[in-house]
């Protein structure tokens, strides 16, 4: 019996120290193309390359794909089928021209180039996957109508582009993501080291090209405080473990950095609703906005170019603002609808017949604020309460002049605040992500300090650098969506030149 338990004991020794030595190891595989990141730019790079015959490999670090796509809307293009059939009249060097003025030339003019010559094409190629459109809409009222809403929106075509891919051989580790880039001693790509969160099992993937698609690092609150003025003091949208993964990545294999300072930031609003809420819409209307000390601080029009409104609000004491309204205009929401739709989810001319009972959510969270009088609304949200009547006064009495005589805004956007119950609602700062990070050329390939090309080496999407100046650009909607998807195209195309595909 003793020597039983003595073999027993020799054979979990022998199987524990087996499994610690194998542990280290990693799994080899072979790939003409490692894809890191499963969302549109991720996805589309993979299946273009995959469509030119090359092998292809995806990682991605959680466990479904799709990562911020799943929330899109619609995608850029100029001069698409479209906008012809409508005669839509935008052309593709108008829309250049407008997207390098926007960023008063500090955006890279090649790699803006690129994308609008190569957008209409690609509605066309994600239609041939399967991708359904619905007609060209603008972002705001008046705007030129190149945003290209996707039918299902992104989570549509996250599960058309994955299938497609699959398809053609495309494999995908989901809930694998990569540790690091490998290169050989001239700094030419020739590998990938990924570990599964399933196993702890590393992975090594020999490889001619890699492509990084991670989507930025919005959720990475000690790269926003060291690259952008925010921190804490934000909360991103639809972001999940984006944390900056393939920017520094690239950046230890010698990358130059480029955009790493650029939001997409967002309308203002209440943490944590869902794009569906009644109760981020009033939030996010033209009526009247004040800062903590109680003084208005903007033209509340430019929530249609809703990057303006982010701006504006970040330079507010605390970064906080609050909407401020009255029984009246609460009704005027619910029975009239709203003024500033907030993307397809809620639509202008939305009738808010949710807003009452979300109003009560809004009070249990703490962002909404309801009182009889100025002086007990004040209280609440603790503004001197002079300062907000007097505040109040001013731009009731210029609703009654019909002009807004200290900012210019619209007169149809001029609601005055008389009728109690009255109503503020907190708001804080959101970004839809980060736009840069890595530096690359227009054909997506990765630059050193000394700008030559990394061989092998390319980044799309967020964390690619160089299409925006400072700000993101909704004059030509569906921007990032589009990038995504065209820094997809190219560098999949241009993975394919280089390894002799």
Known sequence: MRRLRTLVIALILFLTFAFLANSGQAETLYADVVVIGSGASGLTAALTAAEGEAQVIVFEKRGVPGGTTNFAEGIFAAESKYQRAKNIAITKNEAFNYIMEYSHWRADARLVRAFVDKAPETIEWLEKQGVEFIEPAANYPGGYMTWHIVKGRGSALVKTLLARAQEKGVKVYLNTPAKKILTDEKGKIVGVMAQSRND?????VNTKAVIIATGGYANNKEMLAKYTNFGDDVVPVGNIEKTGDGIQMAWAVGAAERG?????LYRPGIPGETPESHLNAPARQPYLWINSRGERFCNEGIIFSWPFAGNALANQPGRIMY???DENTKK??????IDVGVGVMVPVATKLTRLESELQRGLAKGYVFMADSIAELATKIAVNPA??????DEYNRMCDQREDTLFGKNAKYLQPVRQPKFYAMKCLPHILGTLGGIKINHRTEVLNKKLEVIPGLYAVGNDAGGMYGDSYDVVMAGGTFGFAVNSGRIAGKNALKYIGK
Do not use: A, P, R, W
């Open 200 to 204: 702890g099992q590393n992975i090594q």
């Open 260 to 264: 790493v300072d650029v939001l997409q």
């Open 323 to 325: 909407v401020i309204f």
């Open 332 to 337: 005027y929401m619910m029975e009239k609808g």
């Open 387 to 392: 300062k907000l009547q007097e505040t109040i």
